[in-house]
Structures are given as C-alpha cells and as structure tokens.
C-alpha cells in the first residue's frame, strides 16, 4: 500500500469534525483510498492493528456504523468484541463512567462509542486510557459519517470546492448534519439546508449555510442533494402533520430532483424511510445514487481512523 499521505490526523481521539484541520481531514481522506484498494482484493487482512483490542459500545440500535467498524477493526487484525448493552449491566443500571471504568480495566485500545447524550463520547474519553471514537452522540456528531460523505465525494468530483450541498430533511435531530456541515463548509462546498421550519434549529442561520424552506428553491443548480432520514423515534411532538404530507413536500422524488443540475448525485446515511424522505425510484437509481457507495466507503475510512489513532498511540 501506498504511503504517499501525510500522517496529520493521529488522534488522540476522534470525536467530532470540530476541531479537525484541513491536512487532519486530508489525510484521513488519502488514508481511506488506500483502504478501499485493499477492501476489493480477496485478502482484506493487514496487521495494522495485529494484538489490540476494540470495544464497539453502542447505546443505540446501528446497523451499518457498528457492522463497519466491527469489519474495520478485523479487517485491519483487532480483536473486537461488541458490547450487547440491553444485555449488559446498564441494563441494571449501570452508568456511563462505570461502565467506561469496567471496560478500561480490560485494557481496550480502541472503544467506539454511540449514545443518545450529545457530549457522552466526550466524557468517556476523559475517563478511559484508550482512543475514543464518537460513532454518533445525540444530535451533536457522527464525525465518520461526515468523512466518509467527503470522500464519497472527493471520488466523484476530485475537489468539493464550489459544490452546491442541499442537505434536506430532519436537520433539527441530526447529528450527521452537524457533522457534515461543518466538514463540507471547511472543504470549500457551498451548504444549503432545507427543511420544514419545525426540523431545523432556529440557530441554523448562524451555521454559515442557506437556509430554505422550499425543495425547488433550495435544490435549485445544486450539485448534490444528501436527504436525512424522519428521526421519528427523537420527536417528543409531532414535528410533521403526516408522513405523507411530508413527503409531497419535502420527499425527494423525480419531480423535485429536477430542480437541481442534470449531473446531481443523491446520498443517504441510512437508515431511509423509503416514500417519506425519499422516493426509491431515486434511492435505487444507480446513476444517481451514492448510497451503497457511502456504504462501502465507510468500511475503509473507519479502518483509516481506526490506524491512524493506532500509530498515534505508539
Ligand atoms: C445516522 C445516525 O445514526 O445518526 N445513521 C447512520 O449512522 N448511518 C442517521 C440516522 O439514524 O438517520
């Protein structure tokens, strides 16, 4: 494997895009290229981590973050283990820093963490010896999500300077929102948000991005299009009269796709609600669609992560 990249981003943890510099970025993003060389040969395996040990810690249900940081940390020699919190003893009420002082005692050098606290990531990586990574904390981050949107993006167009991103959706609950935000605006990308004005906060206008409340006004000449997910199960109240409603309005289908460049790509960080945020006949087109890209991509960021904070520890 090449090791042309600059070994900027070595940690000690990695728990939000805030804070990262553009080389840290940079080299996160050349790290993964090579990832995804060694991701499409039959032997996956190199020995980066040969002998350490990651905890995945998720509090919250996850599908693909926690499948590809457990590939990522094989794939890359680890011993992983997943904590099965529901039947773990934060199910007898166990708190968080207990739980962090009991599972630094096993010796981890690697513990990925979700949780549905903004700060928690945070606040255990003050109380354990090993490097933290934030895999999503409440509505604050979901810093690898954001980078492995940047470099499904940078594969596509080379550079994201001048890139019209109309993010569109729940942006009030998300944290890949944040993160993506503050991640395209430090890349050079022009950010757009679009959402009805019960799903964005009302700090959003001091975010450095457009603010919209309509799909053709907001998609208009745009690039890309990334469409975030209803997080129903984050509303206390009802945030949409009707997901049909919702979707006549806010769904990204052909009709309003339309609105944006010829050439515009779609993303999704997953899970979608299919005919609320997002029309399949887009979700499915692999001309216009990145989501299984985004996918793949994020096995070999989380194993450029994951390195890159191994050697920052030797
Ligand atoms: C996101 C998350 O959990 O923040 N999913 C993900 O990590 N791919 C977005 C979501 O749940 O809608």
Known sequence: MANSYRDTFTGPHLLGIAGLNRLEVDSLLDRTADFMVLNRQRNKHS?????????????????????????????????????????????????????????????????????????????????????????????????????????????????????????CGDVVHSRVARSDITLLTLLGAEVRLCAPPTLLPGSAREWGVQVFYNMGEALDGCDVVMVLRLQRERMTSACVPSTREYFRYYGLDRAKLSAAKESALVMHPGPMNRGVEIDSEIADDPNISLITEQVESGVALRMAVLAALAEGRT
């Open 47 to 167: 020995d980066v981590l040969g002998g350490q040990t990651l905890i995945n810690l998720f509090f919250e249900p996850s599908t693909r973050t926690q499948g590809s940081f457990e590939l990522a940390g094989k794939r890359l020699g680890a011993d992983v283990i997943n904590m099965a919190i529901k039947s773990s003893s934060v199910a007898k009420g166990e708190t968080l820093i207990d739980t962090a002082v009991t599972l630094n005692a096993m010796h981890p050098d690697l513990l990925v963490v979700r949780h549905s606290a903004s700060g928690a990531a945070e606040l255990l990586s003050q109380k354990v010896d090993c490097a933290v990574i934030n895999a999503g904390d409440g509505s604050h981050e979901h810093p690898t999500q954001a980078l492995l949107d940047a470099f499904t993006l940078r594969a596509h167009f080379g550079d994201l300077a001048g890139l019209r991103i109309a993010i």
